[in-house]
């Protein structure tokens, strides 16, 4: 009798850490918002200041997509061209393997293949985004699940807002997609 109590309370207190432990306990993500001072749209609500209060979530994917080292002079407009810093959780995944560059304000950036051959208007739209592959979509459905929010970084936000606007494009939940 007392062994049949002991497993009782045993499995009580299993089930009652395993429903506190899953996701269901955490607080719910804000919405994408915008902040109307980002000139790349980072999010108002997630971003460097309070990433660290949306980190370990098994209900996020969480994306840098810098280059390890960035070909273009970066430094001429105040940026670092090495992927110096990083937070525990991203998996890197360089823009330019994704999808092409519109031009940008450096000299020397990535001309290589990609998965996507993306057409940017000069206001900085997407106006179509061509697989290079047949396995191209599968390739970034892996890397950008579609039932999960995904956070997306990079250096100053460009990268991440471009890789954002392309997901929509291709017809993500832009309600799950967050500039960080």
Sequence with gaps: MKIK???????????????????????????????EDSRFGV???????????????????????RMLFDPADYAAVGGDADLS???TGFKIVPYPYIGTLPE????????D?????????PTGEILSAKPLFKESMMILKELF???????????????SQMVKDLLIFLGWDETKLYNT
């Design 85 to 87: 810093k990083t937070i």
């Design 43 to 65: 999010d108002k609500n997630i971003n460097m200041e309070t990433i660290d209060n949306y980190l370990d979530r098994e209900d996020v994917a969480y994306r840098d997509v």
């Design 104 to 111: 940008l304000p450096v000299d020397g950036a990535y001309q």
């Design 145 to 159: 699940p579609q039932d999960q929010a995904i956070f997306i970084m990079c250096g100053g936000a460009g990268y």
């Design 113 to 121: 293949q990609t998965l996507f051959t993306v057409d940017w208007a």
């Design 5 to 35: 109590r002991k497993l009782m309370v045993i499995l009580m207190f299993s089930l009652l850490v395993t429903a506190c432990s899953g996701s269901g306990g955490l607080a719910p993500l804000p919405a994408p918002l915008a902040s």
